[in-house]
């Protein structure tokens, strides 16, 4: 579905992300893990055009998408969500949705006919969009200002945008960030839900261990921008480099005798495979 080949950026000498090669699956939900600065958003912001890659391809479902605009990869079928809510604060709940079921359906209002037409599509769109604000128990906010909600409603409300985008990939970035003990499971069951769409393909990247275990399918590490494991959850999570990165646990020193200064090892070998 989605795959990136020596996906590349650097700013000056840093290289924030380095020659990452990696291909996701339908029906499968990957966790991108990594410290703080290893280059999980960076990652992110090049697979949905935020940035522009120093070096590298992106590809989905075989087009590449490397010289397409965000906006040009959103509608290829990339559905991406941010850090920060991304919405229109002064617009109803029920009209940002209803803008982005718009944005992928055509009809009489792309095309100006006549009134009735043009009636007739818009309260299909509505509809649309009442199902899916049904669907994250959102309905009965439907005519509140964004602005005035609090923040994990903004976060429901961003998981509907993209579920009306109707997307081939969903890129989750920390989608629980800022949301109270009370208000994250809201978010993790939406995401549950659509896992169960095996067309689909979900990336995530979180902090929160518990999350990862309990979500993922598969869990792939970046570390100072390079792809240091790859594989399913319990493995990776116990490897000694994931063991690293997160607790400062070091290796073990070398045997008396052994030589220093070798050169770092690749991406670490899990179930028998070595991470892309």
């Not at 850090?83 to 604060?89: E, K, M, R, V």
Request: aromatic share 4%; net charge neutral.
């Amino acid at each position: 579905m989605l795959e990136t080949k020596n996906l590349t950026i650097r700013f000056g000498g840093h290289v924030a992300v380095n020659a990452v090669n990696c291909a996701f699956q339908p029906g499968t939900l990957t966790a991108i893990v990594g410290p703080n600065g290893a280059g999980k958003t960076t990652y992110f912001n090049l697979i949905s055009g935020q940035l522009k890659a120093s070096e590298g391809q992106v590809f989905l479902k075989g087009q590449e998408l490397s010289r397409l605009s965000p906006s040009a990869r959103t509608r290829a079928g990339l559905g991406r969500a941010f850090q920060l809510t991304n919405l229109f604060p002064n617009l109803s709940v029920l009209e940002n949705v209803r803008l982005a079921v718009q944005a992928t359906q055509s009809g009489p209002h792309l095309r100006g006919l006549n009134l009735w037409s043009i009636w007739s599509d818009h309260r299909a769109l509505t509809q649309r969009a009442h199902d899916i604000l049904a669907s994250v128990a959102m309905l009965e906010k439907q005519q509140h200002a964004v602005a005035s909600l609090p923040h994990g409603d903004q976060r429901k409300l961003e998981v509907a945008l993209l579920m009306a985008l109707d997307p081939d990939v969903y890129m989750f970035d920390e989608p629980t960030a800022g949301m109270s003990h009370d208000e994250a499971p809201v978010i993790l069951n939406l995401i549950r839900a659509l896992k169960e769409d095996r067309r689909k393909t979900i990336l995530l990247v979180e902090h929160k261990m518990d999350v990862v275990r309990e979500l993922a399918d598969r869990i792939i590490v970046l570390h100072n921008g390079a792809l240091v494991a790859d594989g399913q959850p319990a493995e990776v999570i116990a490897s000694p480099v994931v063991q690293e990165a997160y607790l400062g646990v070091s290796p073990k020193d070398p045997p008396s005798g052994a030589p220093t200064g070798a050169a770092s090892p690749g991406p670490e070998k899990l179930q028998g495979r070595v991470a892309p």
